[in-house]
């Protein structure tokens, strides 16, 4: 253990490295106080709050883990308006929130122009903007940023090639690399990341996983498990475990310091108290749930998602709780990634 931490001070660390980290339990509480020692170290104690619109729930995708697939009859879809949006964001700059995530399935309705508007009337509230809406044409990219967007995310999934063009019919790992590589070059900061516990995933690939966050050095790192939603074709497979997902956080963060990591919905669903052993495993931003009723319980990714039923607003008060009850601060500022020289 000792060697390999060494190893990736000095970024010589290989793939069989993080496989035999992964692959045994021996190292984990180890690994986890690390993680955080490094966090407080590189990010410091600020949690990063960023307020999450989950606009529309039409997805032309068919991604087979996830509920907003195209075939999925069985999901009322809705879109909100340009307008409604921006309401929704005007309210949350008003509760001094600094970053705003706009996210939806893969839906053309939202055209270059209609997205380029909504973000020159959002970035006039003061507010950074995060856009996480799928494979987009390179020049929209390119439009959006120069129109004030300032983070893209999109997770790689798996940086398996194989897995990953398994769980997409209609994409390949290849082209979701080209993606990443385009935003950043456009100026983005990006956001890649992973699920813990897909089908035909052991160790190794995760550490292709973290291998691949490293070289891309992403600026944001969405960690979270799969969780098998009933309305897809992976609706018998066992999905993520918390153990194994708090050690990916842990290493991602070991790996890439001052990367910006959430801890993600997806771990709150899977324990009560997941984001919080996130937040103790390396994360440092925390994505309350703003989109509003009638829409919120419509974006169901899969079953047992936290946060659908609660008052309109109370997900901010609530993160705001838990980040004071872990005795860290709640960011004040837009918390892009730290440079370090
Ligand atoms: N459509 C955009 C995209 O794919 O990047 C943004 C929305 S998509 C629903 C956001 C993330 O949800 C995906 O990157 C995926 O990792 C996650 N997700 C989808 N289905 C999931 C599931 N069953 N369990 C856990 N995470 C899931
Ligand atoms: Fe659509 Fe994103 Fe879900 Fe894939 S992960 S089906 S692109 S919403
Ligand atoms: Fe939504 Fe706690 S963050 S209820």
Redesign the pocket.
């Known amino acids: 253990m000792q060697e390999i931490l060494k190893k990736i001070q000095k970024d010589s660390v290989t793939i069989d490295d993080l496989e035999y980290l992964i692959s045994t339990d021996k190292y984990n509480d180890e690994i986890l106080s690390l993680a955080d020692e490094i966090r407080g170290k590189y990010v410091g104690n600020e949690v990063h709050i960023r307020a999450i619109i ?1 606009f529309s729930n039409y ?1 032309k ?1 068919d ?1 087979l ?4 697939r195209a075939p999925n009859k069985n999901l009322k879809r809705y879109r909100m308006t340009p307008e409604e949006i921006y309401k929704r964001a005007q309210l949350i700059a008003q509760k001094n929130i600094k970053t705003i995530v706009l ?4 839906d053309p309705f939202y055209t270059t122009d209609i997205l380029k508007d909504l973000i020159i009337k959002i970035k006039s509230l003061d507010i950074a903007i995060t856009l ?4 987009r044409d390179f020049e929209e990219y390119k439009i959006w940023k120069e129109t004030g967007a300032d983070r893209y ?3 790689h ?1 798996t940086a398996d090639e194989k897995l990953y063009n398994y769980l997409h019919p209609h994409d390949t790992f290849e082209n979701r690399k080209l993606h990443l590589l385009k935003l950043k070059e456009i100026g983005y900061e990006i956001g890649a ?3 813990v516990g897909l089908p035909g995933q052991g160790p190794r690939e995760l550490a292709k996983d973290l291998m691949f966050l490293k070289e891309l050095d992403s600026d944001m790192i ?1 960690i ?6 009933p309305d ?1 074709p ?1 609706k018998n497979e066992k ?2 475990d918390l153990k194994t997902t708090l050690k990916i956080i842990a290493l991602a963060r070991i790996l890439i310091p001052t990367a910006n990591i959430p801890a993600t919905t ?1 771990m709150g669903s899977l324990h009560p108290f997941g984001r919080q052993m996130a937040l103790k495993a390396g994360a440092n931003v925390i994505m309350p749930n703003l989109t509003p009723n009638p829409y919120r319980p419509h ?1 169901t ?2 079953p047992n998602k936290i946060c659908l039923f609660e008052k309109d607003t109370s997900c901010i008060e609530c993160v705001k709780g838990m980040i004071t009850s872990l005795n860290r601060i709640i960011g004040k500022n837009y918390g892009s990634r730290v440079k370090v020289s």
Do not use: D, H, K, V
Request: aromatic letters at 10%.
């Open positions: 989950e997805c995708m991604c883990y996830c509920g907003l996210q939806s399935g893969e996480s809406i799928g494979e995310l999109m997770r999934e990341g992973c699920m969405g979270g498990p799969f969780i098998p939603n897809t992976l999905g993520g997806a974006y990714l899969y």
